[in-house]
């Protein structure tokens, strides 16, 4: 077994000053408050250097009998199987997302779908979309009745995808919307009343 | 190994209001994500604690907001002046009390506290943070994330050593 070089070396950008996008060696920027020497406004910063990940192959030949080798590169000993097709990888194509180690097409497939909840890429945000719904019901009170109850389902749904997503945070704007939403019912169906009378 | 269906646990950390989109920072167990919403489409961007090089804690004034906020009091103002001189002093005052007078207060609250920006930058991306009346906290996720890169990088360091040291003479070849 042994160590690859990293595939992207890590390679860290200056420092660039928040205010003005100002560009400082990383080796002059101290932790904690700095200086910037062209806009003179200060800032704190905190630099790191993250290690570069190495990646781990075992060579086949040197597994023994019995070994498999990986469906993609035929020298590297097998260390698993993905967990979507079966096909055989090796450490080197082991992609893990949600504890399940896959080969590197299933995760395209995957994440394209958004089937993967860590590399989730995209969602339809309820609670924006009851948050509409409240603020056209409140401009548009005639149609209070349509969009009033749209409103509230939405922020219950956004509601619940907040904790789907397991979020923690103030709930407070959903819950807004959804009282605004039932205000615009109320004066809707006031005014139809109203109106009938 | 833990159960897969259990979805992470996000933790809220912080928003960035835009004039178009606004940004939500939640903090997951190796990272943060950035949560972009255009819309009613949200869309996600991850920066990993392993990959960050660097946080920065900032006060920005905000200079657009502070200009709109100027110009909406200026009118505000105005309009109430006409009123008052139209329909009498209370009607003035009145006009005056729930439009410009907010404006005035946010302008000069926003002159003088400023907003603390807290920004993490990975090496794929970028997560920013805009705290504008809770100072403290934006202390506090600064610190949170630093001390959470640091800690995670010290972690990732010491098993490659620990890998590194266990291990037989280089192996040449790299899979094709």
Known sequence: MTSLPPADAVDLPDVTCPHCAYSVERSRVALGENLCDRCRRTFEACCFQPPARPVRVQALDEAGPGATACAQHHGNLATGHCARCGVFICAVCRIEADRKGYCPTCFERLSDEDALDSARRRYTDYGSLGALFAVLGLLAWIFGLALGPAAVHYSLKGLGQREALGETGTRVALWGWLFLGVFDFLAGAGFLFALLR | ?176
Not at chain 2, 37 to 47: D, E, P
Not at chain 2, 56 to 78: D, P, Q, Y
């Open chain 2, 1 to 176: 190994m833990a159960p897969t269906a259990q979805p992470a646990r996000l933790i809220f950390l912080g928003r960035k209001p835009g004039l178009l989109t606004r940004e939500r920072v939640l903090r997951f167990p190796d990272g943060l994500e950035v949560d972009v919403v255009l819309g009613v489409q949200a869309r996600c961007q991850r920066v990993f604690f392993d990959e960050v090089h660097l946080v920065t804690l900032h006060r920005s004034k905000g200079w657009v907001l502070l200009l709109v906020t100027g110009i909406l009091f200026l009118f505000a103002a105005v309009a109430s002046l006409l009123a008052g001189l139209i329909g009498g002093l209370p009607v003035g005052l009145g006009i005056f009390v729930f439009t410009a007078l907010p404006a005035a207060v946010f302008f000069f609250l926003r002159l003088g506290l400023g907003s603390d920006v807290v920004t993490v930058h990975g090496k794929r991306g970028r997560a920013e943070m805009r705290f504008f009346l809770k100072k403290a906290r934006a202390r506090e996720v600064f610190q949170l994330v630093a001390r959470l890169a640091r800690e995670r990088q010290e972690r990732n360091s010491r098993e490659q050593r620990a890998a590194a040291a266990g291990l037989p003479p280089p192996f040449p070849s790299l899979p094709t």
